[in-house]
């Protein structure tokens, strides 16, 4: 598969196209991005992934030429573009609200940026052509924007931000305002579109299921700064700390004191009950206040105490969250603290083993949980 | 019932405001005229029956409009008001189209000022407005003064009765619908269109071109509309301003009226205004049409 032999990231001699060196953007008092450095390589899709007002936003209107950096510098195939203006740099952007002309047919829209270089009209016609087979729009190149749907919009905006071939193609929540169904189909679309067109992508998205399926990296934003930037199956079992265990889909977090054990590390969390044993993500000094990270997807759930688990521990049913393909239980343990585990619902709920109010066993194994230092 | 009641209001106004009025008009510009009151024959007199209607109808010509034809003081007083009023236009074009983009790209909070401030000179009287640049243009006028003062000529200009001041009494009443126009446009339009015009290799003054322009485009013809119709039968302006040299056709029948009591011919002049004013009109309202519909 070349998804897992493309990690220029890993390259030492791989250069990078983007580089934000020491980038601090401050609005008047308010610091939007705060001392930021990041690589980012050629053809790569980028998802910068964050709650609204973390910044992301910021960051791409500077890779845009929106926004002047008030710190630092932003480098692009090696040159430092950051008091480039949009039209002197070979980036291209996707907006939010897809910013189409009103006044100008689905054609003249993707033309538009053609138009504004010196190409013979014969070949702005062959570009434009091959731009709406790729979004498949021929059928509504003549019509305005008002005349066709939501998700084709999205395609004109797409097409016209690729017409000009840029070196960076910038989208900003591109998939925001299609219904959930359409975005999953898009985020496939996008990705083919990607790879065929072979452009670097930077996504910005608040939907950590959008960025996880499209991207080749994650960067995890939050006031300003990144926290982690990792591949989506790195940043999913490993975080580095729990706001992105806990932004990054659902995660049970037990806080407790650290009792290191070679590799492992015990986890003492209350008085009288069983240690907890996880896999550590940075070395923990003995007594250390730790968080202990772990999926509810990777607990399972018996009736009876399972032999040869590591980690096992009893509770009573509080809760079940019933979302057709799976079960989400709220197990309380004896000290209070409340457990998710997620169990697959591969029979029909009727025959459910668990309900309400039964005492029940959960366990996991030693590489399932990760312990956080923060 | 209910429907064609709500119908029927806009259309009795019509027919009540206008039409009826628009019929006396045109009765009494196939008139002739007489020394009586009213000054003109013939008048429908229905105590003589069928042969008073008869006798009433065979009274009117269209003898008027012949000498409207043949006495070139008319036309070229159309064709002067004519042109009067697209130059007066443009100019009001011109200075209106920056002031309603400046209001438009105004920071929000000031916007409903300065919306105001637009309007505010609605609140003195018209006439009151017009007298006061007769102060301000006349050859001691506070212009002439305030010129002379700062050494820029030694003698005072003559604007005043002069069409450069007929000019700037039209541009100055009229403004504020050239401006309000435009700038119900300019504000709808959306900063990232413009964004994205630059992302796709424009220079800001090109994305104006290509996309601020079009985009306010029937704003503009709004504007240019509500400007240049009231302007081809402005009477008041060319009169205290313009003095004796603009010809202006909203003059012209003001003098049949009250000073050669002509009634018939003052009303032939009135009705082939109206005729001339009809074409612009119905442009117009193509235009707010079009407008509905896109915005739909």
Known sequence: M?????????????????????????FGEFTAIDDLTIDIYEREFFALLGPSGCGKTTLMRMLGGFETPTEGQIELAGKDIARVPPNKRSVNMMFQSYALFPHLSIWDNIAFGL????????????RVEEMLRLTRLEKFARRKPHQISGGQR????LARSLAKAPTLLLLDEPLGALDKKLRQDTQFELMDIQERTGTTFVIVTHDQEEAMTVASRVAVMEDGRIVQVATPDAIYETPNSVYVADFIGDVNIIVGRADPQGDKVHLNWAEGQPKFIGTPASPFEKGQTC?????????????????????????????????????????????????????????????RSFTWGDQVWLSWTDTAGILLER | MRRFALIAVPYLWLLALFLVPFIIVLKISLSDIALAIPPYTPTLDLSEGWAGIRRFFAGLDFENFRFLATDNLYWKAYLSSLQIAAVATLLTLLVGYPIAYGMARAPQEWRATLLMLVILPFWTSFLIRVYSWMGILSTEGYLNQLLIW???????????????????????????????????????????????????????????????????????????????????????????????????????????????????????????????????????????????????
């Open chain 1, 2 to 26: 070349a998804e897992t032999i493309f990690a220029p990231w890993d390259d030492p001699n791989a250069k990078p196209l983007i580089r934000f060196r020491n980038v601090t953007k401050r």
């Open chain 1, 115 to 126: 138009r504004r270089g010196r190409m013979p009209k014969a070949e702005i016609a062959n």
């Open chain 1, 154 to 157: 999205q395609r004109v905006a």
């Open chain 1, 291 to 351: 968080h202990y990270a772990i999926r509810p997807e990777k607990i399972s759930i018996s009736a009876q105490k399972p032999e040869g688990a590591t980690n096992t521990v009893e509770g009573k049913v509080l809760d079940i969250a019933y979302l057709g393909n799976i079960s989400t239980y709220h197990v309380e343990l004896a000290g209070g603290q409340v457990i998710k585990a997620q169990k697959a619902n591969n029979r029909r709920i009727s025959r």
């Open chain 2, 150 to 296: 700062a050494g820029l000529i030694e003698n005072p200009l003559t604007i005043l009765n002069t069409p450069v001041a007929v000019y700037i009494g039209i541009v100055y009443t009229y403004l504020p619908f050239m401006i309000l126009p435009i700038y119900a446009a300019l504000e709808k339009l959306d900063e990232s269109l413009l964004e994205a015009a630059e992302d796709l290799g424009c220079s800001r003054l090109t994305a104006f071109w290509l996309v601020t322009v079009p985009l306010s485009k029937q704003g503009i013809i709004a504007g240019c509309f509500l400007v240049f119709i009231p302007t081809i039968g402005e009477f008041v302006i060319p009169s205290l301003l313009g003095g004796s040299r603009t010809l202006m056709i909203g003059k012209v029948l003001w003098e049949e009226f009250f000073s050669n009591r002509d009634w018939p011919v003052a009303s032939a002049v009135a009705v082939i205004l109206l005729l001339i004013l009809i074409v612009p009109i119905i442009l117009f309202q193509r235009n707010q049409q079009k407008q509905r519909e896109t915005d739909t």
